[in-house]
């Protein structure tokens, strides 16, 4: 079973606001991801991480950022919310020739 | 720049027929590839990671295979279940960067 947590599982915000949706894993993995998966659409990778310290963007620009101060966590952050921003995140960890594990997402709507 | 390619984008299938889903990809430097599941609204569920130096893996009714050489990977599911109804994605894991890069999957409908 797959020890990756992200919260929340849903978010109903108003526009402007600021919010940042955690994500932890305890498996020790160096590298871990940010995807965003608009309804129906694939997932495109909007951050990782190769470890504590180290972000890096995706290939799908996004107006959030990420930081990584301890190996375990792994928040990505909204300073300003928007309806655009409406999405499901996902988060991930994986480290070499390991299996990648998902959370359950965090589903946010921006009102 | 890594490409995957997931073939059929959707399949309609009755209970009890064995089916395969299919994946391409267009650099083969990878570290591994990994099958997953997603239901509606939900998360992904890892169902098979092959190795790069693999060829095949298998779980229960599921079988995928892997050639490196062509950039193919196939997921085989024997006997389908009403249960099996779900989005299947393929993903590599790019040596080097390890970034994981997916295809927009195959959404399968068993029908009873």
């Known amino acids: 079973e797959a020890d990756i947590y992200q919260t929340p599982r849903y978010l109903v915000i108003g526009t402007g606001k600021k919010i940042t949706l955690e994500c932890s894993q305890t498996?020790?993995?160096?590298?871990m991801y940010w995807y965003q998966q608009d309804p129906g659409m694939e997932l495109h990778l909007i951050h990782y991480?190769?470890?504590?310290?180290?972000?890096e963007k995706g290939d799908l620009s996004s107006e959030s950022t990420v930081s990584r101060i301890r190996t375990e966590h792994f928040p990505l952050t909204l300073e300003s919310a928007r309806p655009s921003h409406t999405s499901q995140y996902l988060c991930?960890?994986?480290?070499?020739?390991?299996?990648?594990?998902f959370g359950q997402g965090t589903r946010l709507t921006v009102v | 720049k890594q490409e995957v390619t997931q073939i059929p984008a959707a399949l309609s299938v009755p209970e009890g027929e064995n089916l395969v889903l299919n994946c391409s990809f267009t650099?083969?430097?990878?570290?591994?590839l990994q099958w997953f599941r997603q239901d509606p609204g939900k998360g992904l569920t890892s169902l098979l990671l092959?190795?790069?130096?693999?060829r095949e893996q298998t779980s229960g009714r599921l079988n995928a295979s892997l050639d490196k050489s062509s950039g193919r990977s196939t997921l085989y599911i024997a006997a389908s279940q009403p249960g099996d109804s779900a989005t299947y994605l393929c993903?590599?894991?790019?040596?080097?960067?390890?970034?994981?890069?997916f295809g927009k999957g195959t959404k399968l409908t068993v029908n009873p």
């Open positions: 991930a960890s994986g480290q070499g020739w390991t299996e990648a594990f």
């Open positions: 498996m020790g993995h160096d590298k």
């Open positions: 991480s190769y470890g504590v310290n180290s972000t």
């Open positions: 650099d083969s430097a990878i570290y591994n």
């Open positions: 092959i190795q790069s130096s693999q």
């Open positions: 993903a590599v894991k790019q040596g080097g960067s390890e970034k994981l890069v």
